[in-house]
T-cell receptor
Framework: DAKTTQPPSMDCAEGRAANLPCNHS???????VYWYRQIHSQGPQYIIH???NNETNEMASLIITEDRKSSTLILPHATLRDTAVYYC??????????FGKGTMLLVSP | GAVVSQHPSRVICKSGTSVKIECRSL??????MFWYRQFPKKSLMLMAT?????????EQGVEKDKFLINHASLTLSTLTVTSAHPEDSSFYIC?????????FGQGTRLTVV
């Protein structure tokens, strides 16, 4: 079973920020929070990951709560090409890499 | 970032034949590789976990004699679908990991006719 819980779908207007939540209340101390996205019929694309500090890269920002039981992926200025299924995963390198159902993000004009 | 190459990207085979899918880590040595299957509009379902030089660990409900996994080196894992049937038609994806980081192949679309 997946160790994360995400809303099944979200909508976002083009140009606005998309905030995708994820609950991972059973996360272990050595597990990272990873975010991937999958555009139809392609392999998952890496977005960002973090352990306990907030992270930012050219694609997105990752906000992890202090207790590490939840996180939020932020796409600061969503575009139509950001429409995809977004997966939040916890992984340490010593466990299985298991996907939940993810969040289908639909970015509209 | 690290690159994982999966080959072929698409394959069509006749029912009863076998198909081999390769997963290569191009610029790093993968400690673990994962194989997934994805049906339309569904999430990725983990099939098996393989570590170099040891037998793969299969998830419940996955037939190890049908889905043969060979992880002969730190840069190559293969999945062979033996005696394929139309219900095996799916999108197969591999992942190669190095420590806590995981990288994915582009996937293989298998169609069994």
């Amino acid at each position: 079973d997946a160790k994360t819980t995400q809303p099944p779908s979200m909508d976002c207007a083009e140009g606005r920020a998309a905030n995708l939540p994820c609950n991972h209340s059973t996360i272990s101390g050595n597990e990272y929070v990873y975010w991937y996205r999958q555009i139809h019929s392609q392999g998952p694309q890496y977005i960002i990951h973090g352990l306990k500090n907030n992270e930012t890269n050219e694609m997105a920002s990752l906000i992890i709560t202090e207790d590490r039981k939840s996180s939020t992926l932020i796409l600061p200025h969503a575009t139509l090409r950001d429409t995809a299924v977004y997966y939040c995963i916890v992984y340490s390198g010593y466990s299985t890499l298991t996907f939940g159902k993810g969040t289908m993000l639909l970015v509209s004009p | 970032g690290a690159v994982v190459s999966q080959h072929p990207s698409r394959v069509i085979c006749k029912s009863g034949t076998s198909v081999k899918i390769e997963c290569r880590s191009l610029d790093f040595q993968a400690t673990t590789m994962f194989w997934y299957r994805q049906f339309p509009k569904k999430s990725l379902m983990l099939m098996a976990t393989s570590n170099e030089g040891s037998k793969a660990t299969y998830e419940q409900g996955v037939e190890k004699d049908k889905f043969l996994i060979n992880h002969a080196s730190l840069t190559l894992s293969t999945l062979t679908v033996t005696s394929a049937h139309p219900e095996d038609s799916s999108f197969y994806i591999c992942s190669a990991t190095q420590g806590p980081e995981a990288f994915f192949g582009q996937g293989t679309r298998l169609t069994v006719v």
